[in-house]
């Protein structure tokens, strides 16, 4: 079982260090290298995707990733920017799935930013094509405007776009999902305006027919946005693209009141898989061992489960998890009146304990 061990930027090491510390003490046999990427690895060697880690990630079963980015680093060229790392290891490994879970905490539910009735038991499961839509889209640049508002201007594009088969094998990873949960898939898209969605909702649907037992509905993704703060307990498996699943997962994962305990995993066609917190490098609280790292540690237990067929281990780290939070051990981003305090450190040694 090869893992490379991507920390990258701002809380990143102290985190990883927290699940590679979880993973060392399960008994099992692992092959852990470890390599630089975003920020750091500019640094180290002038590219945030250096060749010798885009080939050990490569060659290894799973990907275990802290984050990247810092605000340092946002007058570069955009190849070097840090961010360019992730894009570009899902470009290569084919990462074009990608699991987002929003899950409240019943020990948080008074974290949510929401009512605790709204958020209670929400378990919603965001599946995000990743490889393709308007980020990867060509053609893409700048140039001086020949038609328009304001031909001979200055203009930016983008282009937006998803071809057939790109749909349906994300719709089917959904539809599969749903099968395992509550049976039900909300598709969301645009198509009211946008030709790529109108197609996107039709190829979905056609999908569908070959999964009766599951329920699929369609919203529009402004929609979606509105009903995910309004009554978000009504979504179970939403599937959708790469740019409004960037929007939606950032939005659900923020009404659960516990980003800091989101994992997530991005998957390819050969169940290689990259597995990294849903929430980003926190620049600004990092080195000070206060982040924390169970979105981390979760991610890892995602890891066992989807790229190293360890679903018993997996579950063991779950539990754990539950007990340091049964127990009133917090993290500050998760701290509450009547609960203790705990660093980074501290709450990594505690899933330890709980493992033995
Ligand atoms: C995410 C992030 C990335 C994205 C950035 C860092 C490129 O926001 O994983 O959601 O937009 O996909
Ligand atoms: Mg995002």
């Not at 060697?45 to 880690?53: I, R, W």
């Not at 007058?75 to 084919?94: N, V």
């Not at 960037?246 to 066609?269: F, R, V």
Request: charged letters at 20%; one cysteine or more.
């Amino acid at each position: 079982m090869k893992i490379a061990v991507l920390p990258g930027d701002g809380i990143g090491p102290e985190i990883v260090a927290e699940a590679v510390k979880v993973l060392g003490v399960l008994g099992l046999d692992f092959d852990m290298q470890t390599a630089p990427v975003g920020g750091a690895a500019y640094e180290a060697a002038g590219h945030p995707l250096p060749e010798s880690t885009l080939k050990l990630a490569m060659e290894s079963d799973a990907v275990l990733f802290g984050a990247v980015g810092d605000w340092k680093y946002d007058t570069l060229d955009r190849p070097l920017r840090p961010e360019q790392a992730i894009l570009g290891l899902r470009k290569h490994m084919g990462l074009f799935a990608n699991f987002r879970p929003a899950i409240c905490y019943k020990e948080l539910t008074h974290a949510s930013s929401l009512k605790p009735e709204l958020v209670a038991g929400l378990d919603i499961l965001i599946i995000r094509e990743l490889t393709g839509d308007i980020y990867f889209g060509q053609p893409r640049g700048r140039r001086v405007a020949t038609d328009g508002h304001f031909p001979g201007a200055e203009e930016a594009f983008d282009t937006m776009r998803y071809s057939k088969p790109e749909i349906e094998r994300i719709a089917h990873v959904a539809f599969q999902a749903a099968q395992k949960r509550s049976k039900r898939v909300t598709s969301v898209d645009k198509a009211n305006v946008l030709e790529t969605f109108q197609f996107w909702k039709d190829v979905v649907t056609e999908v569908g027919k070959q999964y009766p037992d599951v329920q699929l509905d369609h919203m529009y993704v402004d929609n979606a946005a509105m009903q995910l703060v309004k009554e978000p307990k009504r979504f179970d498996v939403v599937v959708t693209g790469n740019m409004f699943g960037d929007i939606l997962s950032d939005e659900a994962s923020m009404l659960t009141g516990s980003i800091g305990m989101l994992p997530s995993a991005s998957l390819n066609a050969k169940g290689q898989g990259l597995y990294e917190p849903s929430h980003g490098s926190a620049p600004d609280i990092a080195g000070k061992g206060i982040a924390n790292p169970l979105a981390t540690i979760l991610s890892a237990a995602m890891m066992l489960r989807f790229s190293l067929n360890q679903e018993a281990a997996a579950q063991r780290i779950e539990t754990a998890v539950q007990q340091v939070l049964a127990q009133g051990l917090r993290t500050p981003d998760i701290y509450s009146e009547g609960t203790t305090k705990v660093s980074t450190r501290e709450m990594g040694d505690a899933v330890v304990q709980a493992l033995a």
